[in-house]
């Protein structure tokens, strides 16, 4: 058969990405210092762009004299007692380096482009200690994929380094790093699963014969697992401490919340007016050149960080007006979806996943993290609906108040939440225990 050479067409269709729109993305994916220490490293390289940061204290005791609120705490917020001298110790770690080694090891893997971005955003949800806490339904819905393409995108974050990262639970985490190290063995794979509280409390009989091993082998294996990390992030917390900075203040107007942007002119960015000048009055081809790219930079820049400040306290107003009970009422948190706030800003739940990521207000009940506000549903018993956070303090409330002599087992709190007409699962109950950060009852037990 001969062969011959032909042109012919063919129409695809190619989803592609520009680098002004990937910047723009990572702009609004910032935390407020990110962003700063962001536009600093710009101005270093742009001449063009003058950057002004006032980075002088905040007199948060007098904003919340001003404000004359009322506080509560809690771990997932941070509120100021007026009887105290100034000592507002909203700290958190940062840990920006686990997020970039982890989208840097995705950038390198051959994955496809939608995978990509689904991995992308499952990294964006784990939280603190490494964990993929959201639900797999809710995840899949958001996203709208399978649950073959959601496991295949998980299994691609699990195989990365920290080993243990994006578990969705403690015996899972230990599973995978176990994995990491060579160890396959459905035996003990099934006693870490199912017997985990006996591993911890070193019941070395009763494993011994639930599973026929030698006390010995049993022993070695506790000593094992005991040496393995329950939090896969531990190495990669940069020790140094910054303070969480608020985005938005949400202030009573007409007797209303209403969410604006907090102190802008902490942050300042403009055009260098010499360079201005220069564009205007010099020949040299090369450097007019080079200004107009600069001022295409710096400009690109500017937009950016004014678009992302926008496009926060939009998100942050929806989130008032989905939650109006619980700021101006004082009522519990309803639930409440990203893709509930999507649809009303006609925007993807990307977009808002990004908006709420690292971004904090201050109200006059504390300082919150957006993300606080977004909350799974539970239907009480008179049909009401009831949000996981609301679920989650009234359970600290109960551990906090218990005799600790006597502590409660997540039985007896679930029994406690049912005569409150919230009727969940034990399992659930041990599941928000645990991100609270509270130990089982026999481990809170005070002598």
Known sequence: MALENKISQTLAQKMTISNNLVQSLKVLNMGRHELEEAVELESESNPLLDVSIDKNEVDWEKYFKDERGSFRFDKNEVAYNADDEFDFENMTMSVDTLYDSLY????????????????????????????LREDEEIIKKKLHISSDFFRECLEIIQSLEPAGIAARNLQECIILQMRRNGIYSETFEEMITKDLNLIANMNIQQLSSRYRLKKDEVIEFIKYIKSLDPKPT?????????????????????????????????????????????????????????????????????????????????????????????????????????????????????????????????????????????TNAYVKEDGNTVSSNSIKDKIKHIIDNEDKKKPLSDKKIEDLLKEKGVDIARRTVAKYREELGYLGSSKRKEL
């Open 104 to 131: 840097a090891q995705i950038s390198m893997m051959k994955v496809s482009f939608y995978q990509k971005n689904i991995c992308k955003y499952l990294i964006d949800s784990l939280d603190r200690d490494g964990y």
């Open 234 to 374: 531990g190495d990669y917390y940069d020790e140094t401490t910054v303070y969480v900075y608020p985005d938005v203040i949400v202030k009573k107007i007409d007797g209303k919340s209403v969410a604006v942007a907090y102190n802008e002119k902490r942050m300042s960015l403009s055009v260098n007016p010499y360079y201005k000048d220069l564009l205007m009055n010099t020949d040299d081809k090369e450097a007019k050149q080079y200004i107009k790219e600069k001022l295409n930079s710096a400009k690109k820049m500017m937009n950016d960080v004014s678009e992302r400040n926008t496009t926060v306290v939009n998100i942050a107003n929806m989130i008032i007006d989905a939650q109006r009970g619980f700021f101006d009422n004082d009522e519990d948190l309803k639930p409440l979806m990203m893709t509930e706030i999507a649809e009303i800003l006609d925007c993807h739940v990307s977009t808002i996943s990004r908006g709420v990521s690292d971004k904090y207000m201050i109200t006059e009940k504390g300082m919150f993290e957006l993300k606080y506000f977004f």
